[in-house]
């Protein structure tokens, strides 16, 4: 099994580019989420979905948005990149209940110069 | 609003030591409560977790925690700890928000063990 899928897995942008992500898990999930890492920031929610056609903003969504067409696959856009999204970008998907684990990604290290 | 604090950054041990990571939880709801370790360059992958039942809970690797209402703690711990143990812990809780549910991670900590 693939699990959760993430490209590209590294990436250095421009100020003002913008680019997607691309996260698909193979697991049927109905819940997934984008979090961005940051050293002695532990983990913080970016945007999640708890389905095809839902989505909502998590802790910090400033500057990024997200779409949820089909249940594999959930892409985060960055509309202007800016050196503040210099990260490591996770996705995660798990089944809708709280009690169950999330499954990540590799991760998608980018860098903003 | 749902926290989870994990205290100091860095934690070093001798190989063949005890581990002990520390988690607090705030909640006005009993958690889930998940330890998560990410080995370096790579995702995060679950340790354990406790959602009810028996309070002390055991993982994968020797790692087990103990979910303590009184205390709203749910420590990790390891009786002897080795060279491959060394990476961060991500102490988490799962809670509802609306008709939706989140998972909120500490800061994480990184364990170091020195031979």
């Known amino acids: 099994n693939a699990g959760v899928t993430q490209t590209p897995k590294f990436q250095v942008l421009k100020t003002g580019q913008s680019m997607t992500l691309q996260c698909a898990q193979d697991m049927n999930h109905e819940y997934m989420s984008w979090y961005r890492q940051d050293p002695g920031m532990g983990l913080r929610l970016i945007h999640y979905s708890v389905g095809a056609g839902i989505t909502d903003q998590g802790e910090v969504p400033n500057g990024y948005n997200v779409s949820r067409s089909t249940t594999e696959d959930f892409p985060l856009r960055l509309l202007s990149a800016a050196p503040s999204q210099t990260s490591v970008y996770f996705c995660a998907s798990s089944l809708k209940r709280l009690n169950t684990e999330a499954f990540f990604g590799q991760g998608t290290r980018l860098t903003v110069v | 609003a749902q926290s989870v604090t994990q205290l100091g950054s860095h934690v070093s041990v001798s190989e063949g030591a005890l581990v002990l990571l520390r988690c607090n939880y705030s909640s006005s709801v009993p958690p889930y409560l998940f330890w998560y370790v990410q080995y370096p360059n790579q995702g995060l992958q679950l340790l354990l977790k406790?959602?009810?039942?028996?309070?002390l809970v055991k993982g994968i690797n020797g790692f087990e925690a103990e979910f303590k209402k009184s205390e709203t703690s749910f420590h990790l711990t390891k009786p002897s700890a080795h060279m491959s143990d060394a990476a961060e812990y991500f102490c988490?809780?799962?809670?509802?928000?609306?008709?939706?549910?989140?998972?909120?991670f500490g800061k994480g900590i990184t364990l170091s063990v020195r031979p």
């Open positions: 988490a809780v799962s809670y509802r928000t609306g008709a939706n549910s989140k998972l909120t």
């Open positions: 406790y959602t009810t039942g028996a309070t």
